[in-house]
């Protein structure tokens, strides 16, 4: 016998209100005045369909059209009151329907959300942290079209911004797990074992030591490693070798 898996469906209610809304996002933009009320009364109806676990319907992302897409882009690099509500937006769909993570890639979101998230100047603390948990997000529910600008984003940012070194090393640390290609590719395992021998980094050692191991234990993950010549930082300081990197 075999199983089927039904959908939850979204209460039609909810997904009449959500149109509503998008509707008079639209009217208040073509007016030239940006309500964030009703970007807030967006979020909200779309977590408490995510808290409700509404999951895989993808009457969603159907209500997303590409001109609600590019207009919620034009908000964010324009209007800095809006952007955390906006990122909160995406976050609750992407974790509704994975599949919505496509229609950012069509409009070309994912440089709208890199130009917040690399300048301190552009996005505030908040804002830039609000970026990262949607990169988690993205990386959890979608990994198959995770961007590779994003990785590029993080992996520079981890060697350059004091605030955000922690939260990017973490997030290269999953990168490696799921994605070893993407974070083989923006040099991530090389990031992780220079933090794994940096005494300031003592408090997340742990879990990067257990993600370097897990992938270390995988046939598939482990190819991803640069000749296994980044593991060899690691090894040197417990063992004598002739091995040589040339």
Not at 2 to 14: A, D, F, L, Q, R
Not at 47 to 70: A, V
Not at 108 to 128: M, N, V, W, Y
């Amino acid at each position: 016998a075999t199983t089927t898996i039904e959908i939850n469906k979204i209460p039609e209610e909810s997904i009449n209100k959500i149109a509503e809304i998008l509707v008079a996002i639209k009217i208040n933009q073509n007016s030239k005045e940006v309500n964030p009320q009703r970007l807030f009364e967006l979020y909200y109806y779309l977590k408490e369909i995510k808290d409700k676990n509404y999951y895989e319907d993808p009457q969603i992302s159907d209500l997303f059209t590409e001109d609600h897409i590019y207009l919620l882009r034009t908000l964010i690099l324009q209007e800095k009151g809006v952007r955390i509500i906006i990122l909160k937006i995406l976050r609750n769909n992407i974790q509704i329907y994975p599949k919505f993570t496509q229609k950012l890639l069509d409009t070309l979101f994912p440089l709208a959300i890199c130009k917040i998230f690399e300048d301190s100047k552009k996005g505030t603390f908040e804002e830039r942290y609000e970026c990262l948990k949607l990169l988690h997000v993205w990386l959890k529910f979608s990994d198959d079209n995770f961007p590779l600008i994003f990785c590029q984003a993080v992996a520079a940012m981890s060697s350059s911004d004091e605030l955000f070194k922690k939260g990017c090393i973490d997030f290269l640390r999953n990168l490696g797990i799921i994605r070893p290609d993407l974070c083989s590719t923006v040099g991530g395992f090389r990031i992780l074992i220079n933090c794994l021998l940096d005494d300031d980094y003592e408090d997340i050692n742990t879990n990067i030591f257990y993600s370097l191991l897990y992938v270390i234990n995988s046939p598939k993950k482990r190819k991803y490693f640069n000749g296994f010549s980044d593991l060899y930082r690691i090894f040197s300081v417990f063992t004598k070798s002739d091995f040589s990197l040339d």
